[in-house]
């Protein structure tokens, strides 16, 4: 290694480039100086506050504070709710710049989420040098001058190209979204989308990725994530479906090998999310991890791991590049965590799985129209790292009233293994739509081959009704277009949730032997643990935390993390002891990240709140 690239890999060791740490999501830090013995001595450095309120003349609200910042050149870069930006001196907090892109003057976005943002991304020119940041926000995908926070007027149309041109057919464009930071790969910009689960029309947003030149904005390539007439997997949407359905987007974030050019996409569900009848077939590439050539947009090989899905288990997570050694074995891999609770773990280049995958028989709908697959893919390594399906078992049982009336609840509804399918009685899944994993992923440590993931563990209840457009407000009549519709019943009665605890775990996946090397609550939940019916009720001492945030770990072995938990978690990698919980004023429902600050001083922040009360919240040792 040269003296140079020896400089470049430290001072981005130092410093946390891109949204996941690096361009394989490994979420990981080199850095020590924050250990499992001074992890306690932690306090709050500063605070940086987005100061984004409500505005009812475009009615809209900021949502959750879900970004994860970057540091280069000794300037973080974070992003906002209503999709800003602002450059800040990270050993102060101190705001340098801030750019806002107005979105929220196109009203409020129409997804489960709100306006909520999760990080951008960094270009550097190699003629001059110059660094720019990358915004995607909602229909337009924006380049920033990275020292002034100006748009740069080479780029698109004076620093703004319209994402909702040139896609497979005319959308409305306040119907597409993202949520997840693009991809920077050379000179190009790569980028899918996000469209709301609400949205169930003919022809609304597709899932065209896409990749952009980083001078000009020109587009270079798209891949269609629905493959159109003559292209490979077209023959798996009958009855000319493929000709209308949209979503099957990209709205997880993406990972790349950079040395081998290669792109790894999490594609989602297929719109209608939970019924089918208007789409049969197995439906490539929904629910797939799709490997293309970065440089072109062709693809390599592809996965798909749910089969004409029905229960939204959409892969959300940035699939992780590791390497790990399998009965003596170096193996280059991506390993796709699924909401389902499951690993799904390929060869890296070829996409073969590393160990078996069996397709297996699971039930049938009985929802007039929808013609369920009859099997789905199963990895026999490593186990489920969630639980899967639901039983009378999975009753809340602090009590036994409350038991009781648990156990009324559930027997309401059709349960049953994974995949059990939606209903017209209603049907309870385990795990629910945050998953098991979510778009916080995993954290992945190349010492050791272990994976860490924060999991959710929430059941959704999916009954199906016949839509009748009478019962849609006259706001929404152009979202909806479908013969069956979702309608999620609540999980919980008078707060008190139809499941037992936990609600959140952290989980240790050894990728080397394909197993789980321990499992432990991660988090609790204060609202339930003050119920007035709990009152002197003994719980667990940890009732885990539903959210879909991740964790961060650091070679000197700390897993960080706040996964929708009000507090800042520190567990120790070993054996996923908690050591460190500093109770916050906010939810932290942003994955973490850590950085060397000018003074040499080890920093962790993350962002938290939702709404109008937001901060991002900087720690290092006293």
């Given at each position: 290694?040269?003296?140079?690239?020896?400089?470049?890999?430290?001072?981005?060791?130092?410093?946390?480039?891109?949204?996941?740490?690096?361009?394989?999501?490994?979420?990981?830090?080199?850095?020590?100086?924050?250990?499992?013995?001074?992890?306690?001595?932690?306090?709050?450095?500063?605070?940086?506050?987005?100061?984004?309120?409500?505005?009812?003349?475009?009615?809209?609200?900021?949502?959750?504070?879900?970004?994860?910042?970057?540091?280069?050149?000794?300037?973080?870069?974070?992003?906002?709710?209503?999709?800003?930006?602002?450059?800040?001196?990270?050993?102060?907090?101190?705001?340098?710049?801030?750019?806002?892109?107005?979105?929220?003057?196109?009203?409020?976005?129409?997804?489960?989420?709100?306006?909520?943002?999760?990080?951008?991304?960094?270009?550097?020119?190699?003629?001059?040098?110059?660094?720019?940041?990358?915004?995607?926000?909602?229909?337009?995908?924006?380049?920033?001058?990275?020292?002034?926070?100006?748009?740069?007027?080479?780029?698109?149309?004076?620093?703004?190209?319209?994402?909702?041109?040139?896609?497979?057919?005319a959308i409305n464009k306040k119907h597409y979204t993202n949520t997840s930071p693009p991809v920077v790969?050379?000179?190009?910009?790569?980028?899918?989308?996000?469209?709301?689960?609400?949205?169930?029309?003919?022809?609304?947003?597709?899932?065209?990725?896409?990749?952009?030149?980083?001078?000009?904005?020109?587009?270079?390539?798209?891949?269609?994530?629905?493959?159109?007439?003559?292209?490979?997997?077209?023959?798996?949407?009958?009855?000319?479906?493929?000709?209308?359905?949209?979503?099957?987007?990209?709205?997880?974030?993406?990972?790349?090998?950079?040395?081998?050019?290669?792109?790894?996409?999490?594609?989602?569900?297929?719109?209608?999310?939970?019924?089918?009848?208007?789409?049969?077939?197995?439906?490539?590439?929904?629910?797939?991890?799709?490997?293309?050539?970065?440089?072109?947009?062709?693809?390599?090989?592809?996965?798909?791991?749910?089969?004409?899905?029905?229960?939204?288990?959409?892969?959300?997570?940035?699939?992780?590049?590791?390497?790990?050694?399998?009965?003596?074995?170096?193996?280059?891999?991506?390993?796709?965590?699924?909401?389902?609770?499951?690993?799904?773990?390929?060869?890296?280049?070829?996409?073969?799985?590393?160990?078996?995958?069996?397709?297996?028989?699971?039930?049938?709908?009985?929802?007039?129209?929808?013609?369920?697959?009859?099997?789905?893919?199963?990895?026999?390594?490593?186990?489920?790292?969630?639980?899967?399906?639901?039983?009378?078992?999975?009753?809340?049982?602090?009590?036994?009233?409350?038991?009781?009336?648990?156990?009324?609840?559930?027997?309401?509804?059709?349960?049953?293994?994974?995949?059990?399918?939606?209903?017209?009685?209603?049907?309870?899944?385990?795990?629910?739509?945050?998953?098991?994993?979510?778009?916080?992923?995993?954290?992945?440590?190349?010492?050791?081959?272990?994976?860490?993931?924060?999991?959710?563990?929430?059941?959704?209840?999916?009954?199906?009704?016949?839509?009748?457009?009478?019962?849609?407000?006259?706001?929404?009549?152009?979202?909806?277009?479908?013969?069956?519709?979702?309608?999620?019943?609540?999980?919980?009665?008078?707060?008190?949730?139809?499941?037992?605890?936990?609600?959140?775990?952290?989980?240790?996946l050894d990728l080397n032997r394909g197993a789980i090397a321990w499992k432990v609550p991660f988090g609790?939940?204060?609202?339930?643990?003050?119920?007035?019916?709990?009152?002197?009720?003994?719980?667990?001492?940890r009732l885990g935390a539903a959210g879909a945030a991740g964790v961060i770990l650091t070679k000197s072995?700390?897993?960080?993390?706040?996964?929708?938990?009000?507090?800042?978690?520190?567990?120790?990698?070993?054996?996923?002891?908690?050591?460190?919980?500093?109770?916050?004023?906010?939810?932290?429902?942003?994955?973490?990240?850590?950085?060397?600050?000018?003074?040499?001083?080890?920093?962790?922040?993350?962002?938290?709140?939702?709404?109008?009360?937001?901060?991002?919240?900087?720690?290092?040792?006293?």
């Open positions: 290694m040269s003296v140079a690239t020896l400089a470049v890999v430290t001072a981005s060791a130092q410093q946390w480039p891109h949204h996941a740490a690096d361009q394989g999501a490994s979420h990981y830090s080199s850095l020590e100086q924050i250990t499992t013995a001074n992890v306690n001595q932690l306090q709050v450095a500063w605070e940086w506050k987005p100061n984004e309120k409500n505005l009812p003349q475009f009615g809209t609200r900021p949502g959750a504070f879900q970004s994860t910042p970057i540091v280069i050149d000794n300037v973080m870069y974070v992003s906002t709710m209503y999709y800003g930006v602002a450059a800040l001196d990270p050993a102060t907090g101190r705001e340098l710049w801030r750019y806002d892109s107005k979105a929220y003057e196109d009203g409020q976005p129409p997804n489960g989420t709100g306006y909520v943002h999760r990080g951008v991304a960094a270009w550097r020119d190699s003629s001059t040098g110059s660094l720019r940041i990358i915004l995607n926000a909602r229909y337009k995908l924006i380049q920033l001058d990275a020292k002034t926070g100006t748009p740069v007027s080479s780029f698109g149309a004076n620093g703004v190209v319209d994402l909702s041109a040139g896609l497979v057919w790969y050379k000179d190009l910009i790569i980028l899918g989308n996000g469209v709301g689960d609400r949205l169930t029309y003919k022809n609304d947003p597709p899932g065209d990725v896409r990749a952009f030149n980083a001078r000009t904005g020109k587009l270079a390539w798209t891949f269609h994530t629905i493959p159109q007439r003559g292209e490979f997997g077209n023959n798996t949407w009958d009855g000319g479906s493929w000709q209308f359905t949209g979503h099957t987007n990209v709205w997880a974030p993406m990972s790349l090998d950079e040395e081998r050019g290669l792109l790894y996409m999490p594609v989602s569900t297929p719109s209608n999310d939970y019924y089918g009848g208007r789409r049969p077939g197995q439906n490539l590439f929904a629910e797939s991890i799709v490997c293309l050539d970065a440089n072109t947009g062709q693809r390599k090989w592809h996965y798909q791991v749910v089969h004409h899905g029905l229960w939204d288990y959409d892969p959300a997570s940035p699939p992780n590049l590791v390497t790990m050694t399998v009965d003596g074995k170096r193996i280059d891999a991506v390993v796709l965590l699924t909401k389902q609770g499951f690993a799904f773990v390929f060869d890296r280049v070829s996409g073969k799985p590393v160990w078996p995958i069996e397709e297996r028989p699971v039930p049938r709908s009985d929802v007039p129209g929808e013609a369920s697959w009859p099997t789905q893919p199963f990895p026999t390594k490593p186990p489920a790292f969630e639980s899967q399906g639901v039983t009378l078992d999975e009753a809340f049982d602090a009590t036994p009233e409350l038991k009781q009336r648990a156990v009324a609840e559930l027997e309401k509804y059709r349960l049953g293994p994974l995949y059990t399918p939606p209903s017209m009685q209603g049907t309870v899944v385990l795990p629910g739509v945050i998953g098991g994993a979510n778009w916080g992923g995993g954290a992945f440590d190349p010492a050791s081959g272990r994976l860490y993931v924060k999991t959710t563990r929430q059941p959704a209840i999916f009954k199906m009704e016949r839509f009748d457009v009478a019962t849609q407000p006259k706001d929404r009549l152009d979202e909806v277009d479908a013969e069956y519709v979702n309608r999620s019943q609540p999980t919980a009665i008078d707060g008190i949730p139809i499941i037992k605890p936990p609600y959140g775990n952290l989980v240790a609790d939940t204060p609202q339930l643990r003050s119920h007035a019916a709990l009152k002197g009720v003994k719980l667990p001492e072995g700390l897993i960080l993390g706040g996964g929708n938990d009000a507090a800042l978690n520190a567990f120790d990698a070993r054996d996923g002891r908690e050591l460190w919980r500093y109770v916050l004023p906010r939810e932290a429902g942003a994955t973490p990240m850590t950085y060397l600050d000018a003074n040499g001083r080890q920093v962790v922040v993350i962002a938290t709140g939702r709404g109008e009360d937001t901060a991002l919240v900087a720690f290092a040792l006293k």
